[in-house]
């Protein structure tokens, strides 16, 4: 089991960007599948982008295709989502998951691990 922290949340201008931060302090994070999903008040929790435990294979929401970037640095046990030309309607708490499966996966159900979320607000 993986313990995530997320980290790197806050106030943005729009056009502006960002990069969060998803680390666990386990051994085995480097063999888990991370997405990252985000929930905008009143709305449902929505996928954003997801990698491999490899990293060779990542997959993106539509709405960010273009200006958000996933990666890791498994020696680091830690994932980025770098943000780039953020709009108001990226605000929201985006939560980091990881799968012991190992892959990238676009839906919650193969996540089994799920961080405390980050807020991102930007401002237009």
């Known amino acids: 089991q993986v313990q995530l922290v997320e980290s790197g949340g806050g106030l943005v201008q729009a056009g502006c960007s960002q990069r969060l931060s998803c680390a666990d302090s386990?051994?085995?994070?480097?063999?888990?599948?991370v997405g990252w999903f985000r929930q905008a008040p009143g709305k449902e929790r929505e996928f954003v982008a997801t990698?491999?435990?490899?990293?060779?294979?990542?997959y993106y929401a539509d709405s960010v295709k273009g200006r958000f970037t996933i990666s890791r640095d498994n020696a680091k046990n830690t994932v980025y989502l770098q943000m780039n030309s953020l709009k108001p309607e990226d605000t929201a708490v985006y939560y980091c998951?990881?799968?012991?499966?190992?892959?990238?996966?676009?839906?919650?159900?193969?996540?089994?691990?799920w961080g405390q979320g980050t807020q991102v607000t930007v401002s237009s």
């Open positions: 998951a990881a799968s012991s499966l190992g892959q990238a996966a676009t839906t919650p159900t193969p996540y089994g691990s």
């Open positions: 990698i491999s435990w490899s990293g060779a294979i990542t």
């Open positions: 386990g051994r085995t994070f480097s063999s888990y599948g």
